[in-house]
């Protein structure tokens, strides 16, 4: 497993032990991170799992793919960190990881 930290809007920790080959979204959705609504399923198709790579991980994690970037233009308050959670894969590599959750969904 790999340990994997989503922060709520309101400072709220969530630590999570996340399977290897999951989403950071279907982890948040499984463990009820409020602010995660994933509406489209993990499909890249909306801008409702927006979240904020901590920056020690953002070269880790590494940016979006070009799809991603035009999902994230219907975001709200988009930052150099931000991802679309179900386009970050849980790996080995991504043990520790932390993101947070922004203060709404685009």
């Not at 399977?19 to 499984?30: D, F, H, K, Y």
């Not at 799809?67 to 043990?95: G, H, N, W, Y």
Request: aromatic residues 6%; charged residues 20%.
């Amino acid at each position: 497993m790999t340990q994997l930290t989503i922060v709520a809007f309101d400072g709220t920790r969530f630590d999570i032990n996340a399977e290897p080959g999951s989403t950071v979204m279907e982890n948040a959705v499984r463990n009820s991170v409020p602010g995660i609504d994933a509406e489209c399923g993990g499909a890249c198709a909306c801008a409702t799992c927006h979240v904020y790579v901590d920056d020690a991980w953002t070269a880790a994690v590494g940016g979006p793919a070009p799809m991603e970037e035009d999902m994230l233009d219907f975001a709200f308050d988009v930052r150099p960190t931000s991802r679309l959670s179900c386009q970050i894969k849980i790996t080995d590599a991504l043990d520790g990881l932390v993101v947070n959750v922004p203060e709404r969904q685009g």
